[in-house]
């Protein structure tokens, strides 16, 4: 594989900010410094005056995922090309035990669906039953297959849900053997009363699914997730936090020492429950779990991120479309047209992850560029372990690299994107800052919205231990 140089740009790390070029050879980061002379081999791609950002790492994503009847629409190739696109050039994806078999089976079948990747993508693995046999598979997949992170729900009884006695289990062999759990953190029992209630008195527009999914209800999972991680001896992540009463767990557990992490989305950032009250079936585009919430608990994620109380905004792509064709009902929100409690929960965002947190972080919050890339690359890498082959611009480290420009304002439109969602949470929304160039272990694959990477290009990204920041 031929080197490529990146010259002239402004180097920004989680920690650092300076100007120099890049060399990068064999897929890693050989050489920084200034005014590198190389010969005519070398590919060279002048960075002047735009930022140079190590890729983006996205830990959060249901790519050609089965969720009871329904599956997302998103291939490993368009999912994580749409990915490319937007700065990100890890994924780590989520993998099901499949019901009654060994995770490892699920891991097997998931290799099979990642083939086509075309960025670099770790797997977690959602365990459906814990028992002695799968306890001890979770340890071959930690220390053999390089899965060192377990998805456990407190939500959805009877398809994903586990008991409180499951979760500690669980979270304490994760603990002792270098793994991390990550909770859904939601008190499905009682979610499941409220649903029952709803449609008993005829409630089956979309609103009714944020109506049945209360924020105190975040809060008690979350909660009660932290306290047996604590009993547990073990590091523990809370996934896409979106409910101020959940943050102040996270944040009473953090000023103990407790080894607890907190993620949130773009979505709960910048939108809200009022996305609800769309006429007709529109508002079904926003159902995904937890719900959007109103403009305070926005305010809490917000201190959050400042405070290290939150520490990754990650997606949570987990895409359905909005109309049945061309791929299917299936694939489509259009299932829960008469009942909200159908409606397959989840929305796209994989592409607009940074350029969308990054203007409202930078540009209207005030955060700076070291803390922005922290968050969507750093300490994902880190607590997920990946760092420093990822999350950081170093010798040694892989050559992911995005350039980034901080002025360039464009719009968000679901027709220009490449994620086979047919819609956009975002649509017509500005944005000021765009990725330029994208590139892959040294390889551009995407300059100028032109697409130079291909389908299967991606590694598997066996992981070390997790829970580290
Ligand atoms: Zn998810």
Redesign the pocket.
């Known amino acids: 594989m031929a080197a490529t140089l990146i010259k002239n740009g402004r180097i920004v790390t989680a920690v650092d900010d300076y100007t120099a070029d890049i060399l990068v050879a064999e897929g890693k980061i050989r050489t920084i410094g200034e005014d590198i002379q190389v010969g005519p081999d070398v590919d060279v791609h002048d960075a002047q005056g735009l930022l140079v950002l190590p890729g983006g790492v996205d830990v959060?994503?249901?790519l050609d995922w089965e969720f009871g009847p329904s599956r997302t629409v998103d291939t490993f190739e368009t999912g994580t090309k749409a990915a490319a696109y937007g700065g990100t050039t890890t994924v780590i994806d989520?993998c099901n035990q499949p019901r009654g078999q060994s995770p490892l089976a699920g891991l097997e079948e998931w290799h099979v669906r990642r083939a086509t990747a075309c960025v670099d993508v770790g797997a977690h693995m959602i365990m459906l039953d814990v028992n002695d046999q799968s306890l001890a598979d979770m340890k071959t997949l930690i220390h053999r297959e390089g899965v060192s992170t377990f998805?456990l729900f407190m939500a959805y009884p009877g398809v994903l849900m586990l008991d409180d006695g499951a979760l500690f289990k669980a979270m304490r062999l994760a603990g002792a053997n270098g793994g991390m759990t990550c909770v859904?953190a939601e008190n499905g029992a009682v979610i499941q009363v409220l649903i029952e209630e709803a449609l008993a008195q005829g409630h089956t527009a979309p609103k009714y699914h944020s109506v049945t999914r209360p924020s105190i209800l975040e809060g008690e999972a979350t909660h009660r997730a932290i306290r047996l991680a604590e009993l547990a001896e073990a590091p523990l992540y809370i996934?896409?936090l979106s409910a101020g009463e959940a943050l102040a767990a996270v944040t009473e557990a953090r000023d103990r020492g407790i080894r607890v992490h907190a993620e949130t989305c773009p979505h709960y950032l910048f939108l809200t429950d009022e996305e609800y009250l769309r006429p007709g079936f529109d508002a079904a585009k926003f159902v995904m779990?937890p719900p959007l919430r109103d403009h305070n608990h926005q305010a809490h994620l917000w201190r959050g991120l400042k405070t290290d109380d939150v520490q990754v905004v990650s997606t949570?792509h987990?895409p359905f479309c909005f109309n049945a064709e061309p791929y299917g009902m299936k694939f489509s929100k259009q299932q829960g047209r008469d009942d909200f409690s159908k409606i397959p929960n989840?929305a796209p965002g994989l592409e607009t992850r940074l350029p969308l947190f990054f203007d409202g972080a930078v540009n209207q919050h005030g955060m700076s560029i070291n803390r922005f890339v922290e968050i969507v690359s750093t300490t994902p890498a880190k607590l997920f372990g990946l760092f420093p082959r990822k999350g950081t611009i170093a010798v040694g480290s892989d050559g992911d690299i995005v350039l980034f420009d901080p002025k360039e304002q464009w719009t968000i439109r679901a027709a220009e994107q490449h994620s086979r969602v047919d819609y956009a949470l975002f649509e017509g929304r500005p944005v000021t800052g765009r990725v330029k160039k994208v590139f892959l272990r040294g390889q551009c694959i995407v300059a100028d919205q032109i697409w130079h990477g291909r389908a299967g290009m991606g590694q598997y990204l066996s992981r070390g231990e997790a829970g580290k920041s």
């Open positions: 959060h994503t249901h989520f998805k859904h996934v896409h779990t949570d987990c989840g």
